[in-house]
């Protein structure tokens, strides 16, 4: 049972290019959000993407959007790219539905991304 | 605003001590808890989780969390650390619904060194 892959691994952009970075939910799950890991601290929360739309959305401005396709996989897109968006990008994946034990967020290795 | 605090940036221990890594929380309803482990190259793992019910929790790898409401805490616990214990660890709260769209607020992390 594949968890959840994230493509690339590593990318290095230059500033203002604009990035694609990919992920595959853990098998079943349909439910697919995007954190933002810069270095030394905590994750934030991007946004979330259920039924191929976006949900809910954290404090990150509109050069941050992405996609959901109907096979549940999503992409985070990134334009305008900026030094302070040099991170680890990382994509979660959940599964939509009433649970009295609560749904468990599984979370991709990441993809690192180094603006230069 | 919900927030979570790691005090503790690096903690050193010697293998086979006891570790406890701490986490406070400002949540205004009933928080759900996490705890993650991020090694590299194997992404975040989560260790355990607290909705309602019993207040020590038992995860995985031996570790257990207990919540205190009255202090706001969710220290994480082991009685004996492995020198494969080594790894950054980080408390999150889950901010939504439980079943379906939460997004997890996360601490900052601790870093955690074993002695040999």
Redesign the interface.
């Known amino acids: 049972d594949a968890g959840?892959t994230q493509s690339p691994t590593h990318l290095i952009k230059t500033r203002g290019q604009q990035v694609t970075l990919r992920c595959s939910p853990k098998s079943g799950h349909d439910?697919v959000?995007w954190?933002q890991q810069a270095l030394?601290?905590?994750?934030?929360?991007i946004f979330?993407y259920?039924e191929e739309e976006e949900?809910?959305r954290?404090n990150f401005p509109d050069r941050f959007s992405g996609h959901q396709f109907p096979n549940y996989s999503s992409e985070l897109n990134v334009n305008a790219l900026l030094l302070g968006d040099s991170a680890l990008y990382?994509c979660?994946s959940s599964l939509?539905?009433?649970?009295s034990?609560?749904?468990?967020?599984?979370?991709?290795?990441?993809s690192w991304l180094t603006v230069v | 605003a919900q927030s979570v605090t790691q005090p503790d940036i690096h903690i050193t221990v010697s293998e086979g001590a006891s570790l406890e890594l701490r986490c406070n929380y400002s949540y205004g309803a009933t928080p759900y808890l996490f705890w993650y482990v991020q090694s590299p190259g194997q992404g975040l793992q989560l260790l355990l989780k607290y909705f309602s019910g019993d207040t020590l929790v038992q995860g995985i790898k031996g570790f257990e969390a207990e919540f205190k409401r009255s202090q706001s805490s969710f220290n994480l616990r082991k009685p004996s650390v492995h020198w494969s214990d080594a790894a950054e660890y980080f408390c999150a709260v889950g901010r939504g619904s439980l079943d379906s769209n939460y997004q997890l607020i996360w601490g900052a992390g601790t870093k955690l060194i074993i002695k040999p």
């Open positions: 959840v439910t959000s954190y030394g601290q905590g994750p934030q929360f979330q259920y949900r809910q954290g990382l979660a939509e539905g009433r649970s034990s609560g749904n468990t967020i599984y979370f991709g290795e990441g």
